[in-house]
């Protein structure tokens, strides 16, 4: 099954033009799984050229490629998975389009309903954050690791920490029992 792979690190692009080496050698020096490709502010067909220059990279590297929210490109490109958000398509709708090749990954802040819900419609992982400060996100719902411990208790599919996490706190993460742990500036903004 492809979320047995939803372990380790889980990078998340940046949401500027991508710099393929800083990526590539990401990737390399901290062996990345999974890598995330969330791009908001930019056309489709610029989209649509980095995700496919991102897949191959990560098909060379044997890290799974995560859409970020875009149903149409994770599809039209052959990703290996898609992450949605709780105001994008919902775990049971995405399932039942792209069936069960494809990863579904769903955001659930801090809300075991929420995680119960995405695993009941599909999902094959969820993600909780935030668990510290983020800069990327200063004002996202704040996940504290007793709040992931609760919810690993519960579901039974992989969870993945995200917000404010780096290579210095990673582990307390990983001991609260997420499976993988999601950077942006951790990993690409050094």
Same mark, same amino acid.
């Given at each position: 099954?492809?979320?047995?792979r939803?372990?380790?690190l889980?990078g ?16 390399k ?7 995330q ?12 050229e ?6 191959n ?6 890290? &799974? ?8 490109l %994770?599809? $039209?490109?052959?990703?290996?998975? /898609?992450?949605?958000? !709780? =105001? ?9 389009r &792209? ?6 990954g769903?955001? %659930?802040? $801090?809300?075991?309903?929420?995680? /119960?819900?995405?695993? !009941? =419609?599909?999902?094959d992982?969820?993600a909780l954050?935030?668990?510290f ?10 996940c504290?690791l007793?709040k ?8 039974s ?10 290579l ?6 990983y ?16």
């Amino acid at each position: 099954m492809l979320n047995q792979r939803i372990q380790g690190l889980y990078g998340i692009t940046p949401d500027k033009n991508l710099n393929i080496d800083i990526i590539e050698n990401a990737i390399k020096k901290h062996h990345i799984n999974i890598l995330q490709y969330r791009r908001k502010a930019v056309d489709i067909e610029h989209k649509v050229e980095e995700a496919k220059k991102l897949l191959n990279l990560c098909i060379e590297h044997n890290t &799974l490629f995560i859409v970020n929210d875009d149903v149409n490109l %994770c599809e $039209n490109i052959g990703a290996h998975g /898609i992450h949605l958000g !709780q =105001n994008d398509m919902d775990a049971k709708s995405a399932r039942e389009r &792209l069936g069960n090749h494809f990863i579904i990954g769903v955001t %659930c802040h $801090n809300s075991l309903e929420l995680a /119960i819900k995405a695993e !009941q =419609n599909g999902a094959d992982y969820v993600a909780l954050g935030a668990i510290f400060k983020s800069s990327t996100k200063p004002n996202a719902t704040h996940c504290p690791l007793t709040k992931v411990e609760e919810i690993k208790k519960i579901v039974s599919i992989p969870i993945v920490g995200i917000g404010g996490i780096n290579l210095t706190n990673q582990h307390v993460v990983y001991q609260s029992g997420c499976s993988s742990v999601a950077m942006i500036e951790g990993l690409f903004m050094d």
